[in-house]
């Protein structure tokens, strides 16, 4: 069943849920980027590993977090054309989570691959380093960097009450780009995790959200009579 919400559900960021969604939506992305490669691409599903170590009282425990990603590369020599990245909590939440992220971002780079980053997590500090200023104020973001213009960012955007964007997923610089449905896709997830029977729309999701956001969920979530 599809979510209560137009976009992305913040109710999602919850740590015993999160890395479900995650899968099924870089999975669901998969999907929907193979018809739009051509013969000379192939696309493989490739995951970024790490552990996390928090202290608890006079013990220290230990999160495994494995992260799926997705890479197209050239078919003809393997070379690593673009990367389609999903932000987690851990990343934008925890020392060991960011540097993971930035550090697997650096070996992109180095492979001289374009990157696109979607960022669906309200919690944490922000992984782009890019000025906001003068641009429009959004909750959600898609960034596309292009291996041709490393310092140019193509930015795509959503607020919490908004449908997510579509965007334009580059390839080789000779091939036109290839156009994905975020939001197609996080609904899509959302269905196939079954999502709506886990989560207790009852309470207030578990990340930061302003008064104004907080009270738009709630009234949305009278009106599907989620929350009584």
Known sequence: ?????????????????WPLFHTHLVHSLYQRLLPGLMDRYRARLAERHYVVEQALFTSVVREEH????????????????????????????????RQAYLNKRQDFRQHNASLVEIDLVLQGQPLQ??????????????TVTRSVQPDRYEIYTATV????????????????????????????????????????????????????????????????????
């Open 1 to 17: 069943m599809p979510s209560p919400f137009p976009g992305m559900d913040p109710y999602l960021e919850e740590e015993k849920l």
């Open 66 to 97: 494995r992260e799926p990603y997705l890479e197209v590369r050239q078919r003809a020599d393997g070379r690593l054309i673009t990367v389609v990245d999903v932000i987690s909590p851990a990343n934008k939440g925890t020392v060991t989570g």
């Open 129 to 142: 380093d890019y000025s906001r200023d003068g641009l429009p104020d959004w909750d959600y973001a898609v």
């Open 161 to 228: 009450d908004k449908r997510l964007p579509r965007f334009r997923l580059p390839l080789a610089s000779d091939d036109r780009d290839t156009v994905l449905d975020l939001q197609d896709a996080v609904a899509r997830s959302f269905d196939q995790g079954d999502f709506l029977k886990q989560i207790d729309y009852r309470r207030d999701p578990l990340t930061k959200l302003s008064a104004g956001q907080r009270k738009w969920l709630g009234d949305k979530l009278h009106e599907q009579k989620l929350r009584q």
